[in-house]
């Protein structure tokens, strides 16, 4: 089969690997119908993170080839939908909310690589949600937008508490902070503060339903957050970035009481001044994205045409073109790139 390989760092390459198949009993194979790029994918691409002959991509839709004996939430010809995660779904971490850090997670990015033609799921039944029928082709960005990035920004919001008459701030104009925003409009927030500076992520932000956009960044950036929250800072904050910078400004623009949903991936050397989180006096809550628990939640609201996050895709491309894709993401020409096959 054809798959994304990166070689190197900035080197991406689609090139052929065998096929998967069934394994342990609980796996299944799905013929992948389209999957994205995102932006950790850039941290190996930048040579952040070491990237040497790495099987590429972790976001995904498509369609059940096989199952193995024991699978019994899917069968072939099932259109699925799956966490960026592996999970069981019967652990007590997952019966608890919290698949991405089942005993048995995986990230699907650590070898199953899911920019390719088929992949291997393991744990298929607690991973792989089916759609209620073959969707319609202009749902299918949407689906695919729920397997990270909406599952992801949504977990953000629901950790921020975000709810009907709150103001939330979202730190971050990246897919995910993005959907942090649509998020938040379908939890009913009152107000919805868009941290950006790109005139293009500003419109879907408020497309998304964004009230407020600041363009400031760090003490300027929470300044202004005060100004529009009498002082107080806001109840909800979104934290879709990953920087020192950008968790300092989530925490300073966040109320005495409020709560911060934290999704950028930290990398190392970003540490938290200890005295400032004790007297800031908030509630943090974040981590990998357990985006199995939202999405038959998510997969309906898109299945009514209730939301439409696959917007968020300002650039498709074949597969075969993914270093095209890379490139453009790098280079912030494009926000989110979707690779059909
Ligand atoms: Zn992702
Ligand atoms: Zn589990």
Redesign the pocket.
């Known amino acids: 089969m054809r798959a994304v390989i990166m070689d190197a760092p900035g080197q991406i390459r689609v090139g052929d690997r065998d096929d998967p198949q069934i394994i342990d009993p609980t796996d299944a194979v799905i013929r992948i119908t389209a999957t994205c790029i995102c932006g950790s994918d850039l941290w190996p691409y930048r040579g952040v993170e070491p990237a040497d002959h790495l099987h590429m991509g972790h976001e995904y839709v498509g369609v059940v080839e096989e199952t193995g004996s024991a699978v019994r939430a899917v069968k072939p010809g099932d259109y699925v939908v799956g966490s960026f995660v592996i ?9 608890s909310g919290y ?1 991405s850090k ?4 995986e990230f699907v990015h650590a070898g199953i690589g899911t920019q390719a033609q088929k992949a291997r799921i393991p ?1 298929a039944d ?1 991973t792989l949600v089916a759609t209620p029928g073959e969707p319609e082709d202009d749902l299918v960005p949407s689906l695919l937008a729920a397997s990270d990035v909406l599952g992801t920004g949504w977990f953000a919001a629901d950790a921020a508490e975000v709810g009907p008459g709150k103001t939330v701030a979202v730190v971050g104009d990246g897919a995910v902070g993005l959907m942090g925003v649509l998020a938040a409009k379908e939890m009913g927030a009152e107000r919805i503060i868009a941290m950006s500076r790109h005139s293009d992520r500003q419109a879907l932000a408020r497309e998304f339903g964004a009230t407020d956009i600041v363009e400031e960044r760090g003490e300027a950036g929470v300044a202004r957050i005060r100004e529009l929250t009498d002082g107080l800072g806001a109840h909800s904050v979104i934290e879709a970035v990953g920087t020192q910078e950008s968790f300092m400004q989530a925490i300073h623009s966040s109320r005495a009481g409020g709560h911060i949903g934290f999704v950028g991936v930290a990398h190392e050397g970003v540490a938290l001044p200890m005295d400032e989180v004790f007297f800031a006096e908030v509630h943090l809550h974040g981590g990998p994205a357990p985006v199995r628990r939202y999405l038959p939640e998510l997969i309906q609201k898109i299945w009514d045409r209730e939301i439409n996050p696959g917007k968020v895709f300002d650039l498709t491309l074949p597969l075969d073109e993914a270093a095209e894709g890379y490139a453009a993401m790098s280079e912030r020409r494009a926000t989110k790139v979707m690779l059909t096959l």
């Open positions: 999970s069981c779904g019967e652990c007590e971490i997952c019966r698949p089942c005993v048995h997670a744990f607690g």
